[in-house]
């Protein structure tokens, strides 16, 4: 687990940690990103932080929902994607 930094969500904490994989390949276009279970059993957080995860990388367009079967990042990246927290 990790050690979040009080002043800012834990959400949008892990959503950054996922962002990165997907920028350095770890969550390549196409494949599937870590389940709500998956997200609570590494970084130790409720069933509500985790669909805020997923829900604001969705939003991002980073990634899109497939009813029963998951999460995966969309095949193509948007253009200005550096991985970086869109509020940065």
């Known amino acids: 687990m990790i050690e979040f930094a009080p002043n800012r969500p834990r ?5 950054d940690i996922i962002r990165r ?3 350095d ?3 390549a276009p196409g494949t599937r990103v870590p389940s709500v279970m998956q997200l609570q059993q590494e970084f130790g957080i409720a069933t ?3 669909h805020k995860v997923l829900r604001g990388l969705r939003e991002e367009g980073l990634t899109y929902t497939e ?4 999460s995966f990042v969309v095949k193509q990246l948007p253009e200005d994607f550096t991985g970086e927290p869109p509020d940065a």
């Open 11 to 15: 959400w949008r904490q892990v959503a």
């Open 21 to 23: 994989r997907i920028a």
């Open 25 to 27: 390949g770890t969550y």
């Open 48 to 50: 509500a932080t985790s």
């Open 67 to 70: 009813p029963g079967l998951g």
